[in-house]
């Protein structure tokens, strides 16, 4: 990994710990170390030991390290779109904070205002932490008793919903959607929340992708009134398109074309300010990811070539590729703020920009 | 209107009032070229009410004998009533309707200038007739020939351009739309109307100046000029009576042509804050002040938002292979096509969708020929395709369009895009072929005003510009030029020749045919709308200076963009 930029400052920090401190590694740590922390939380939490870990003097100093950890840190995955994020949330916030104290800013002590910051966001994470709780009692009102869920892909909000609902005694139907994908990750999740689903006593179905339109015909009647498709977010963009596991758009699609609704989970530090116009591979590049779906081979030899490939990434995380569900086919995003309408989400954004 | 001696009086007037209006004007150069033109034009005009008013005298004292002023006098009295109804008769009525319907001190010389010049379009009203058919017609009054019945319908008889039936045949269905008083003219101006604001008129009024950026631009920096000409009457603070000075200005231009949004958006900016200046600041600090903050709002909203804009556009076009749909002509989506073929180096077609009557296309393909967008051009690769709004579904397929740009007037607070007429058949269109329709526009044309329909929110353009006119140029002219015209009847006229001459008779015929007559024929309407209403659910993505967003966040940009 590539040493910090922030040794080109234009007056680097005087005790230069910074460019010992591996972001990347430390993003990795905290991935592995908590499951349940998602790699925008993740991001931000890196930001802010490499924050405290070095002491940079000046506000300029504090954002241009940012920066150039965040690109650094980006840089690193395949998938940055969920990570940026959470590092543009941070950055954004503490410019706003340092806006906002201009007369902590007359008194020269910058430490003083450096380690107020690094409290202050240290509470912004443990905040947007309890995000999922919320969002799992916004989303009860539309799990109802005898209702079929189907869910798809592993999210760890959709299953903070699922379980809230199971907890809360709502007795319903949940169908996993299996992709074909052979990710060890998401066979284990799988399985953990089924077993906790039905340890509440909710029956689950576990189908596999291409038997989604069967399954939704083959419900019996009583429940067929009753459905909704119910995935999770890695990150939401501003147009409300969100970016999940491979195979959303497609299920997407098929709620759409059977008038079921499909909602999408996300905490609102999942939206981030990348605009697509279109929902393919291209639009994915724009934004960092570095995955390509569609390969023509040329000659029959270059077999491996015809599979899709996502590069590996050096960190953990769950990787089995994203694609984008454009805005149309998504009925409502539930958030930690409310359910919102797709176009809420630039509102949102332009809240927190402007 | 005096009825002594009117026409005397009415030169002496008019003079007196027009003087000071042009010795007041500035420097003049800095308005394009027009400013020049328009002030020697008003210049000859002065005279000119003088001779007709002479000719009027002359026509009634009686055979066109020349008489004197002298003489004149004499016969005043003897003829005083015939006069009172020749001058109704021989300036056409609207005059005095002008009278009527002139909210401002009814001076007699404007009017009798503007009615001699004949440029008035006005509906008469009945009690004029009425006054003229009591009026007994006296024996010695030597008499203009007038039929009163026919008043309306005969203009054309009655040696008055046809114009004055055009203000009449309004589409019911729009008739809100139509502008409600006078047109301007120089001659309707007031004398508190600064010159350079008569220029912008004249130029807003004949198109001169038709886009959105470019008519809010020229708007700013009129108002300027007048700000800077301006001085606070004894008694009066600045920041109280400037603005009612800037709307008489601004009224004037809105009756040139009706105001834009974005222009609306600059006004209301402006005058916000000079209401909000310190009343005890001096007049020359708070001239300065807002001259200073018209600059840097000219700076920020519209100079710097369009190359924000133009970038953000241009990031969104690839290196190669992409095709761009364009319709008419927008200066924001020109720069952002220009910097992405010049500054950046890409390689991409552009197909530039033009319809009429204004083809305003033509502008921006000559714009993009210009800057070499051509074989053997600086900007050799990138390649220019031209098309009638009629060939447009031809134009997506055969070119395989990869995004569709489009240029906004406005966009409204449900997300709507208000743009020429057309953009919302081409944006229909490209989201038929599943091509991203992107809008450009500066927040400073974000409006929280809402419409659904077309016709709520719109603007009537010159119904006579849907007319067919034999312009060889114009390349929807269904009459084709002479010589392919004889080329080709001398091909297949030899079998018949007698059908030639009538098919050219037909010809003649539909050239000065049913359009151009239009105003003749009772139920037959002209609506030239110039704008129209593209739904949100046919953009994609509209991208200002604040960002890209989805058309639906337009009012939550509003709020800090238009109406700051």
Partial sequence: MAPNDQTGLATPPPKDSSSNFDIVSHYNRLISSDPSTTPAIAAIESLIAILSATSPSTITETITLLQSASTTLLASQSNPIPLSAGTELIQRYIITSFKQQPAQLSGHDFTQLRRQLITNSKLFVSQTKSARSKIAKHALPFIRDDSTVFAYGSSRVADAILSHAAESNRYFYVIFITSDSTDSNEATALHQSTKRLLAHGIPVATIPFPTISHAIASLPKPQASNVLFLLGAEAVLENGAAVSNLGSHLVASVAKANSIPCYFAAESYKFTRQFPTSFGDRDLQRMGAKQQVLRFRSSMDDDKEIEWSVEESKGGGNDGGVDITPPELISGLITESGIMTCEGVAEELIKLWF | ?564
């Fill in chain 2, 1 to 564: 209107m005096s009825e002594n001696a009117p026409s005397t009086n009415g030169v002496s007037a008019s003079s007196s009032d027009a003087t000071p209006s042009f010795a007041t004007m500035p420097d003049p150069a800095s308005i394009a070229e027009q400013t020049p033109d328009t002030n020697s034009g008003a210049r000859q005009e002065r005279p000119q009410p003088k001779q007709a008013s002479t000719a009027e005298n002359i026509a009634e004292a009686g055979a066109g004998v020349k008489l004197t002023g002298a003489q004149l006098k004499q016969r005043k009295q003897a003829e005083k009533a015939a006069r009172r109804a020749e001058k109704v008769t021989v300036k056409g009525e609207q005059a005095q309707i002008q009278q009527v319907q002139s909210s401002s001190s009814g001076r007699p010389d404007v009017k009798q200038r503007r009615s001699s010049q004949g440029e008035q379009l006005q509906t008469p009203q009945s009690h004029h007739k009425r006054k003229l058919s009591n009026q007994p017609p006296e024996p010695g009054a030597v008499r203009i020939p007038f039929r009163p019945g026919q008043q309306p319908p005969s203009t054309p008889q009655t040696q008055q351009p046809p114009q004055p039936k055009h203000a009449e045949k309004r589409v019911p269905l729009v008739s809100h739309l139509y502008p409600s008083g006078k047109p301007a003219s120089l001659t309707t101006a007031s004398r508190e109307i600064h010159p350079s604001v008569l220029t912008l008129a004249l130029q807003l009024r004949n198109l001169t100046i038709a886009g959105s950026t470019a008519r809010t631009l020229s708007l700013l920096l009129t108002l300027k000029r007048v700000i800077k000409a301006y001085t606070t009457p004894p008694s009066t603070a600045l920041s109280r009576h400037l603005t009612t000075h800037l709307s008489h200005q601004i009224s004037f231009l809105s009756s040139a042509r009706p105001l834009g949004i974005a222009q609306g958006n600059a006004i209301r900016w402006l005058k916000k804050l000079i209401s909000q200046l310190d009343p005890d600041l001096d007049d020359n600090d708070a001239k300065k002040f807002l001259c200073d903050a018209v600059d840097s709002f000219i700076q920020e909203k519209v100079t710097l938002a369009s190359e924000v804009i133009a970038s953000q556009a241009c990031s969104r076009i690839e290196a190669e292979g992409e095709t761009i749909l364009v319709f008419g002509k927008s200066s924001v989506v020109e720069k952002a096509l220009l910097k992405a073929a010049k500054d950046e180096g890409k390689k991409f077609r552009v197909v530039v969708v033009d319809s009429r009557p204004l083809f305003e296309g033509r502008n921006l393909a000559k714009g993009l020929l210009r800057a070499g967008m051509r074989e053997g051009g600086d900007l050799d690769g990138c390649q220019v395709v031209y098309s009638l709004i009629s060939g447009l579904a031809d134009a997506l397929e055969q070119n395989c369009v990869t995004k569709c740009f489009l240029g906004a007037s406005g966009m409204l607070g449900n997300g709507s895009l208000y743009s020429r007429c057309g953009s919302a058949m081409v944006a229909m269109m490209a989201k038929q072929y599943n091509v991203p329709v992107i809008v450009l526009g500066e927040s400073l044309k974000f409006t929280a005003k809402m419409a659904v329909d077309s016709l709520s929110l719109n603007e009537v353009g010159d119904a006579d510009a849907l007319v067919e006119r034999d312009e060889s140029q114009t390349f929807t002219s269904d009459v084709p030029p002479k010589q392919e015209d004889a080329g080709k009847k001398g091909g297949g006229g030899k079998k018949k020749g007698g059908d030639e001459e009538q098919k050219e008779e037909d010809e003649d015929a539909s050239k000065n045919g049913l359009l151009e007559s239009w105003r003749d024929h009772p139920n037959l309407y002209l609506l030239n709308l110039m704008y129209d209403i593209t739904p949100k659910d046919y953009l994609d993505m509209v991208i200002c200076e604040l960002g890209t967003l989805p058309p639906g966040a337009v009012p939550v940009i509003g709020v800090h963009g238009g109406d700051e």
